[in-house]
């Protein structure tokens, strides 16, 4: 099984503060990484996929990067909307997995 | 406008079983993969198992295997996830979620329910 570790757990930010959230993999994946948003009391939101793709109506502050085993997903310039949990998630072998989230909270 | 409604979630003892349903709407069914993603009360997400748009193909996480089946049925654009032999470790929202290819190999979740809820208790 491919274990994806995120860091940080949880972030406290300001908003327009530029947020990084990196996902490590347990051995090389590839492009199938994916990330996806979760706000409080909603389903999650798919935001980037195959690690830099954007997705359609996600405002352009979202952005993906990695390869390999590193991935790391961005936000610049926070907005209080933003407040949420992030989720990678590799679909490259089965089972799939997800990384343990990293929540955002806005200060 | 691509839907999705889960039903059939509520309390089940340990032991029971419950079947799942997701009702699709918005695109054409038959030509995507479909999968089923659970929550734990605020914990992470879990994949659970999969299905191919020809509902040929499934695959299963190791927590569930021999326990639950995924299926489908086009004629009613239906996603269903039987559930049997159900632990105290299941209780979770149960999302459905689409993928974006008839495939199930790679390709995202592009959309998700609003999911439902399993508990299992006595």
């Known amino acids: 099984e491919i274990v994806l570790t995120q860091s940080p757990d949880f972030q406290s930010v300001t908003p327009k503060e530029k947020v990084t959230i990196t996902c490590r993999a347990s051995q090389s994946i590839g492009s199938s990484v994916h990330w996806y948003q979760q706000k409080p009391d909603q389903s999650p939101k798919l935001l980037i996929k195959y690690v830099s793709q954007s997705i359609s109506g996600v405002p352009s502050r979202f952005s993906g990067s990695g390869s390999g085993t590193d991935f790391t997903l961005t936000i610049n310039s926070l907005e209080a909307e933003d407040a949420a949990a992030y989720y990678c998630?590799?679909?490259?072998?089965?089972?799939?997995?997800f990384g343990q989230g990293t929540k955002v909270e806005i200060k | 406008e691509v839907q999705l409604l889960e039903s059939g979630g509520g309390l089940v003892q340990p032991g029971g079983s419950l079947r799942l349903s997701c009702a699709a709407s918005g695109f054409t069914f038959s030509s995507y993969a479909m999968t089923w993603v659970r929550q734990a009360p605020g914990k992470g997400l879990e994949w659970v198992s999969v299905?191919?748009?020809?509902?040929?193909?499934?695959y299963y996480a190791d927590s569930v295997k021999g326990r639950f089946t995924i299926s489908r049925d086009s004629s009613k654009n239906t996603l269903y996830l039987q559930m049997n032999s159900l632990r105290a470790e299941d209780t979770a929202v149960y999302y459905c979620?689409?993928?974006?290819?008839?495939?199930?190999?790679?390709?995202?979740?592009?959309?998700w329910g609003q999911g439902t809820l399993v508990t299992v208790s006595s």
């Open positions: 998630h590799q679909s490259s072998s089965f089972p799939w997995t």
């Open positions: 299905i191919s748009g020809s509902a040929g193909t499934t």
């Open positions: 979620a689409k993928k974006d290819s008839i495939a199930v190999a790679g390709t995202p979740f592009d959309y």
